[in-house]
C-alpha cells in the first residue's frame, strides 16, 4: 500500500492576527518539512484564529483573509515547499451564493483550502453548520457543497471541517462513497468537561463510518471565552487508536501512514462532480499520482500522557487566562485577595499562567475583615511570591456612609464595590488586567455584587461550580506537594466556612444551601435546562429546589441590570457550560 | 363576495407571563366580539411574550405553554366566544422531529393556531427563520412545512409568521397557489429607525405576489431591548393601502372586507395536503362554509396619524424605557444628572414614560464641576418637577486619592465610579432601577468609564448618535412649546459645547472629532460594516478616519473588560442598529 507521513499541527491562532498566523503556519510547515512530511495540516480557520464571530460580515476582512491566504500559498513555494500540500483553515466567501434576507452579509464561508506549488489548488467551506452552545455559525455562514478529495502520491484524502464529523450524515459517508484512503478533518473544538472522551468515540465510529484511515487536528489554546484543549487523534478504519496528542499543548503530531491506493476509477474527475450523500458534488485534485518508494515507517505519532479530571480542568483555566492576558496586549494581572478560597484558586491559576512577578494582589479590608482573612491573603502571597499590598476601605466607606446613611444590602453592596472601584484605579494608574473571582455556584444565585466582586475583565473561574472549587484547591496543592513544593494556598482558605465578610459573623450559609447540594440542584436547573418538577422529582427537597429555583431566576434579572449593551448572552458562560439567557418564565416569582 | 369582519389585536405581551397575557388576550376578544368580529387575530407569540430566546429551550416552558393555550381555547368558549375564530401565537413543539445534534432541544416552534369551539383547530410553525441582527432563531426553533389555511364564512384565509412575508419564497406564493382569499401575517417586527416605510413596502409588494388582500398584524410595545412600533397594516390584492393602526399604542383595527369565495375545488381537502412552493403541505381546515347573510359594511379600520421621523424615535425610546421598568417590576428610576444633554434628554424621556413623580435626580458635582452644571441640573428638576438632590462626590474622591494617589485617566476614571457606586447605592437602598446616559457616539468610540458612568440597569439613549440627541431634544422642547408647555431641557444643556468636566477645561472636542463628522463615520464603520479604505473613498479624511476606527476596536477591547459573564452581543446595540462583536481585526493596532 501507498505510505504517505502526515504532520499534523496542533497550534494556537490569534483572531484577527492575519500576519502572525501565517508566520505560525510557515513556521510550522518548515518544521514538518524538516521531519519529511508528505502532507501538512492545519486548524479549521488557523490563518484568521478561531472564532471570528461578526468579522466574518466585514467584507474588507473577508478579502483580507483571501489575500492573506494567496500570499501564504506563494511565501511556501518561496521558501521551498511549494511541492508539499499544506491543508490550512481561513475565512473566505462563496462566489456563487446571490445575496438576499436571511444569508449573512457577503456568503462568509468557514473554508479551508490546500496550497500547493504556490496557488491555492483547493478550496471547500464548511458543510456542517453548528448553531447551538457556543456556537452561531448560521449567522455567520453558508454551507459548502462539495466533499473534496486531493490525491496525494496515490493517496485519496478526503477533507473536512470540524462539525462536519459532529452532525450525522455529509462528508462522513461521503468520503466512504469517494473510496477515499484517509479522512482528514481540522478542527477548532473547544474544551468542556469530560469532552475529550466523547471527542475519542466520536472519531473512531466515524473511521468505521468513513471506512478509511481517520486524522482529527485539533486546535490548541485559548480564545476570548474558550479554550482549545489539543488532543488531536488519528484511528484507523476499524476505530483503533493509531496517534493521540498532548491535551494543551502547541506542537505537531507527525507520523507514517499505510493507506490504499487511489481508486484508479476515480482518476482524472471520473467520479469528479459526482453528487454523493446529503446532495454533497465530489470536487477531485490530483497532485501526485505515483506513490512514493516504500519506505520504513518510523514516525508513530505516540499517545500522549492523559490528564486526570482534575489536572485537565485546571490546565484548562490556566491556559485560557494567559491566552486571554496575551492576546488582549496585557503583561501582568490584579487580584483582590479576601483570604477566601475563590481568589486564592485564583491567585493560584494567575501565577501558573503568568508567572507570581506578573500577578499583584490587593488586600482590601474594612471593619468587617477577620484577622485570618488578612493573614490568609498574606500567607498566600508568601508562598506564591506574588507582588503584595494592602489598602484598607475603611476612609471611602465611611466618607459613603456620613453622606448617605446606608443600611442593610446597600451597606454591604457598598463595601464590595469600593473594592471594585479600587481595583479598577490600580488597573489604570499600573496598567495590570484585573481579575474577578467569582464562581458559577454564586454567580447562578447572584450570591454577588454588581459592579462590586463582579468587577474585572475576565473571570478565570466563573464556569466552575464551588464544590469543583475546593477540589481544585487541593489538587493543585497535593500537585505541589507530589513535585516537593511548597503548596500555593493556605489550608485554612480551604477549611474555613466561606463568607463574604460584608457584616459581622456572614457566613455563605446563612443565604445558601450547603454547596454539594447547591451544585446539584445548578446543574440540573443550569446545565440540563430541568424544570422544578423534574428536579424534585430527582429527589431534592421540594422547599430547597423552589428557593433555589428563585434564587437562579433572580440573579438572572439582576445579571439583566448591567451595563447599557452587554446584555448577557448565550456564550457568556460558554467555556464550560452555559447559563441560560432568560429564566424569565413566572415559575417562581422575581421578586 | 363573501364579507369578513376581521379584529387585528396590535397589543403588548410580556415574556414569560403566560396568565397575564392569556388575560389580555381573552380582554381583547371579548373587544373583538362586541364589535362583531368574524375572524380575531393576535401577535407571534402574544401567549409567551417574544422574543422568549433560551426560554425555548425548556421542556417545561414548552408544555406550559401548549398546555396554556388549550386553557385559553376552553376559555374562549367558556366567555361564548367559541363560534369566533382566534389566531394566536405561541411557543410549540414539533412532535415529528427527531432528536438530533444541530437541531435545538426539543424541536420548539416559534408557532401560531387557530382556536374555535373550544379546541385547537390548526396549528403551524413559522417557515422562515430569521438569525440575523437582533433575530436568533435558528438557535431556538425549528421550521414549520405547511401552508395553513382556514375557511371562514366561505373566505379561506392563509395565515403567516413574520419572516415569512420578509424572505422571498414560501408561504406568499404558497398563498396564491392555494387561491387564498385573504394572506393573515401574525407578527412581532422590531422597531428600527425607517422601517415603517420598509414595512409598508413589504406588505404591499407581499400581497401583489399572494394575489390577495394582505393584512399584517404587529406586535406594540417593549421587551427587554427590543421596541415594538405597532403599525399593523392591511392592503388590497394591488397592494393599495385600506388601513394602517396607529405606531406605538395599544389597540384594535375592526375592519370590513369583502373577499372572494373559497374555490369550491379546494373544499374538503381536495388539495389539503398538496405540496406548493418551497415544498410547502397545504394543510386546510373548514371552520364554516357557508357565506355570511351581506351586510352594510361599517367599519373601515382607518389610516392613523403617522409621526414624523424625530417623534417616532423619541416614541420609541419613552416606549422601550416604560416597558423595560414595568416588566422587571420597578416602578421609579433613578438618573446621575449632570447638566449636560444626554443626561437631560434621558431625564425627559424618563418623565415621560413614568411621570415626573417617579423620576428621581441626583446631581454629584466635583470640585471640577462648573457652576452652570449645577445650576442647569437644578433647573432640568424645576422645569420637569423631578425628585432631585444634591451629594456632593469630593469626601470620597479625597480618600481614594490620600490612599492611592492617582493621576491622569486613573483619576478622571475615579469621579466617574464614585458616581456609579453612588448611584447603586441609592438604588439598593431606595429600590430605583438606574439608567445610564451613554449615547451611542460615545460608546462606539469608549468615551465612558467602565463601572462609571457605564453603570445602569438600562440604557435609553444607547441606541442614539450624540447628533440625534441634540435634535430630539429640541423637538422635545419644541413639542412642548407647541403644547403651551414648559420645555423640558434647559437651553443651555443644548447650546453649551459637551464636557465630561473630570479635569479642568475639559471639552468633549479634546478627544473627539466634531459629532456630525463622527457620527457620519461611525454609520458607516458600525452600521454598515464599512471598512477604512470604502470609509475614505466615501470622502473623509484618511488620519480621521484612521483615527475613529482605532478609537471604535479600542472601544470594543474595552467593552471585552466588562464583567466575566458578560460578553457584548451583537443584540446589545440592537434597537437602533448593533455594534459589531469583534472589531478585533488589526486594521488598526489595538494600543
Not at 378 to 390: C, I, Q, V, Y
Request: charged letters at 25%; one cysteine or more; proline letters at 5%.
Amino acid at each position: 500500500m501507498p505510505q504517505l507521513r502526515l504532520a499534523l499541527n496542533q497550534i494556537d491562532s490569534t483572531v484577527g492576527d492575519l500576519a502572525g498566523n501565517a508566520e505560525a503556519i510557515v513556521h510550522w510547515t518548515r518544521h514538518a518539512a524538516g521531519q519529511g512530511a508528505h502532507l501538512v495540516a492545519f486548524p479549521e480557520m488557523a490563518l484568521t484564529g478561531y472564532p471570528v464571530e461578526d468579522l466574518a460580515l466585514r467584507s474588507s476582512f473577508v478579502e483580507a483573509s483571501r489575500t492573506a491566504l494567496r500570499g501564504l500559498a506563494r511565501r511556501l513555494a518561496d521558501e521551498g515547499f511549494g511541492r508539499l500540500p499544506v491543508v490550512v483553515g481561513y475565512l473566505d466567501r462563496s462566489e456563487r451564493a446571490e445575496p438576499r434576507l436571511g444569508r449573512p452579509a457577503g456568503s462568509p464561508e468557514n473554508a479551508a483550502a490546500v496550497l500547493y506549488g504556490g496557488e491555492v489548488v483547493l478550496r471547500f467551506a464548511k458543510h456542517h453548520l453548528p448553531n447551538y452552545g457556543v456556537f452561531d455559525e448560521y449567522r455567520y455562514f453558508v454551507q459548502g457543497d462539495t466533499l473534496p478529495v486531493v490525491r496525494v502520491h496515490g493517496v485519496d484524502v478526503a477533507l473536512a471541517i470540524c462539525e462536519d464529523l459532529w452532525q450525522e450524515g455529509g462528508r462522513v459517508p461521503a468520503a466512504r462513497s469517494a473510496r477515499a484512503g484517509l479522512l482528514l478533518s481540522v478542527n477548532a473544538s473547544p474544551y468542556e468537561r469530560n469532552k475529550d472522551d466523547t471527542r475519542l468515540e466520536l472519531v473512531r465510529k466515524r473511521a468505521r463510518e468513513a471506512g478509511c484511515v481517520t486524522a482529527y487536528l485539533a486546535m490548541t489554546g485559548g480564545q476570548d471565552d474558550l479554550v482549545f484543549d489539543g488532543d488531536s487523534i488519528v484511528v484507523d478504519a476499524a476505530g483503533e487508536v493509531i496517534a493521540r496528542a498532548p491535551q494543551f499543548v502547541e506542537g505537531s503530531v507527525v507520523l507514517d501512514l499505510e493507506l490504499p491506493a487511489a481508486d484508479p476509477g476515480a482518476r482524472d474527475g471520473a467520479a469528479h462532480g459526482q453528487r454523493v450523500d446529503d446532495g454533497l458534488r465530489i470536487d477531485r485534485v490530483v497532485l501526485s499520482e505515483e506513490p512514493l518508494p516504500a519506505y520504513e515507517p518510523e514516525l508513530l505519532g505516540g499517545y500522549a500522557h492523559r490528564l486526570d479530571d482534575d489536572e485537565e480542568i485546571y490546565s484548562a483555566l490556566v491556559i485560557g487566562l494567559r491566552a486571554y492576558v496575551a492576546k488582549n496586549g496585557f503583561r501582568s494581572v490584579l487580584v483582590g485577595l479576601s483570604g477566601g478560597i475563590d481568589s486564592a484558586l485564583v491567585a493560584a491559576i494567575a501565577c501558573d499562567a503568568l508567572g507570581a512577578d506578573d500577578v499583584y494582589g490587593v488586600s482590601m479590608p474594612s471593619k468587617y475583615s477577620s484577622d485570618h482573612s488578612r493573614g490568609d491573603a498574606a500567607e498566600l502571597a508568601r508562598r506564591t511570591g506574588l507582588h503584595f499590598r494592602t489598602v484598607s476601605i475603611e476612609p471611602m466607606f465611611d466618607a459613603y456612609m456620613g453622606a448617605l446613611g446606608l443600611t442593610g444590602l446597600a451597606e454591604e453592596n457598598l463595601q464590595s464595590r469600593l473594592r471594585g472601584t479600587m481595583l479598577m484605579a490600580l488597573s489604570n494608574q499600573e496598567g495590570h488586567l484585573v481579575l474577578a473571582p467569582g464562581n458559577k455556584s454564586e454567580l447562578a444565585v447572584g450570591y454577588s455584587t454588581l459592579y462590586g466582586d463582579s468587577v474585572g475583565a475576565f473571570g478565570p473561574i466563573k464556569d466552575v461550580y464551588k464544590s469543583t472549587v475546593f477540589r481544585l484547591a487541593r489538587w493543585r496543592n497535593r500537585a505541589a506537594e507530589d513535585r516537593g513544593q511548597t503548596p500555593p494556598i493556605p489550608e485554612s482558605s480551604i477549611s474555613k466556612p466561606p463568607s463574604a465578610e460584608l457584616r459581622p459573623g456572614q457566613v455563605d450559609t446563612d443565604s445558601l444551601p450547603d454547596y454539594e447540594v447547591l451544585d446539584a440542584i445548578l446543574s440540573l436547573y443550569v446545565d440540563q435546562d430541568q424544570g422544578r418538577d423534574a428536579i424534585v422529582a430527582a429527589g431534592f427537597d421540594e422547599e430547597l429546589v423552589t428557593r433555589t429555583l428563585r434564587m437562579v431566576d433572580g440573579a438572572e434579572y439582576k445579571r439583566r441590570q448591567y451595563p447599557p449593551g452587554t446584555k448577557i448572552s448565550a456564550k457568556g458562560f460558554g467555556k464550560d457550560r452555559r447559563l441560560p439567557i432568560t429564566n424569565r418564565w413566572r415559575e417562581t416569582p422575581l421578586r
